[in-house]
């Protein structure tokens, strides 16, 4: 089945400095991606849709200037948290569509961000 | 927008016996209902799903109902053995955007 990689596993950084989550698409394409956020025993939450070739769609509450999103190509999908900060500690997922469903998604395996 | 709320937060069951869990959503536009399984550290995985043109779907010991009218979905899972011990949450949305409820800690006792 496809399968939705993300890069890296996990991810300690200092305060104020920027960090760079990738999601890739294996062997499918994807014009749209999902980044969802989870903090500790929590839901998940929507944060943004990724569109390949334009702007990405962010949900409310969403600062676009911090969590920056690039759709470079039809299998990558990159999230770099800006000036990060500790309350950014929080598992960063991606998704990908199905192809041939309209709805289905299959998520990546998560980036685990700690923010000294 | 949608708002799914998901019951109970914890469930505790012995081993063999069944567990259900259940949510609710706000809005009627909602066409596609997926649960997650989702183990600490890991992803979520599809266990199962349901679309709001079914009632009701089963997967050998996962079973999924909708109830459209009341607007509320349950899941059902039966025999349950150790390894079922996870967090499950339900969803739902349609387009690929899902609204997921808060969780549910099932564990399975031997």
């Known amino acids: 089945g496809a399968v939705v990689s993300q890069h890296p596993s996990w991810v300690i950084c200092k305060s104020g400095t920027s960090v760079k989550i990738e999601c890739r698409s294996l062997?499918?394409?994807?014009?749209?991606m999902f980044w969802y956020r989870q903090f500790p025993k929590q839901s998940l939450m929507l944060m943004a849709t990724?569109?390949?070739?334009?702007?990405?769609?962010?949900e409310q509450g969403v600062e676009k200037d911090k969590f920056l999103i690039n759709h470079a190509s039809l299998t990558l999908s990159t999230l770099t948290v800006t000036s990060a900060h500790p309350e950014d500690s929080s598992f960063y997922i991606c998704?990908?569509?199905?192809?041939?469903?309209?709805?289905?998604?299959?998520f990546g395996p998560g980036t685990r961000l700690t923010v000294l | 927008g949608e708002n799914v709320e998901q019951h109970p937060s914890t469930l505790s069951v012995q081993e063999g016996d069944s567990a259900v869990i259940k949510c609710t959503y706000s809005?009627?536009?909602?066409?596609?209902f997926p649960w997650y399984k989702q183990e600490l550290g890991k992803r979520p995985q599809l266990i199962i799903d349901?679309?709001?043109?079914?009632g009701e779907k089963k997967d050998q010991r996962i079973a999924v109902t909708l109830n459209k009218t009341a607007k509320h979905f349950s899941l059902h899972i039966t025999e349950t053995q150790p390894e079922d011990s996870a967090v499950y949450f339900c969803?739902?949305?349609?387009?690929?955007?899902?609204?997921f409820g808060k969780g549910t800690l099932l564990t399975v006792n031997p």
């Open positions: 998704s990908a569509p199905v192809a041939g469903t309209k709805d289905t998604q299959y």
């Open positions: 062997d499918f394409q994807a014009t749209t």
């Open positions: 990724s569109n390949e070739g334009s702007k990405a769609t962010y």
């Open positions: 809005d009627s536009a909602s066409n596609y």
């Open positions: 349901i679309r709001s043109n079914v």
């Open positions: 969803s739902g949305g349609s387009n690929y955007k899902l609204t």
